[in-house]
């Protein structure tokens, strides 16, 4: 006769055991799997604020350098009416907005580009085609601060940006210097 301690199967608080130990090592997985997915999200998130920053970088420097005629105002305000003008007004030798002109030819004409450094925390690019009927573009770009009074100076006979993005990830500095054509 076989008694009952020699079959084989399990007891009840075996199972329970095995179904417990189960579920607490799944849960961990899948948190893990849940904390990966939201990193790689805010990773992917901190690199496109970065990228777009970047391309912002590059067409400072692009304006800076094609410029024929450009100027720096304390803030849009104080640009509006010298903006009007053929010629720009008086600016100052730092500021929040930058504005570079050049004759991009007989097909494009013209062109303003505007950089603004809002108090917001956005720096607003706004390309205006002064010569043709083509539309102006703007563009925004968030997560902005700078560190010190203004973002755009003229030192030392170079025009310079600066300002940082802050991601989720950290903070990242931009650093633009450029000499206009007509001053080399």
């Not at 301690?5 to 899948?30: C, K, N, W, Y």
């Not at 700078?146 to 991601?167: P, R």
């Amino acid at each position: 006769m076989i008694s009952s301690r020699d079959q084989a199967g399990f007891t009840l608080i075996e199972m329970l055991v095995v179904v417990v130990s189960m579920v607490v090592v799944l849960a961990a997985a899948t948190g893990f799997m849940i904390t990966a997915v939201a990193r790689q999200k805010a990773v992917l998130a901190a690199s496109q604020l970065e990228t777009r920053h970047s391309q912002l970088a590059e067409a400072i420097s692009n304006a800076i350098k094609a410029a024929d005629d450009f100027q720096i105002f304390d803030n849009s305000s104080a640009a509006s009416a010298s903006l009007r003008q053929q010629y720009y007004g008086r600016g100052v030798p730092a500021g929040n907005y930058l504005t570079c002109r050049y004759d991009g030819g007989s097909m494009v004409g013209v062109v303003e580009q505007d950089f603004e450094f809002t108090s917001a925390g956005m720096l607003i690019q706004t390309t205006k085609f002064l010569t043709t009927q083509a539309p102006e573009v703007t563009k925004t770009y968030g997560s902005v601060g700078v560190s010190q009074e203004t973002c755009f100076s003229m030192k030392d006979g170079i025009l310079q940006a600066h300002w940082q993005v802050f991601t989720t990830m950290d903070r990242v500095d931009f650093n633009v210097y450029g000499m206009p054509l007509s001053l080399r």
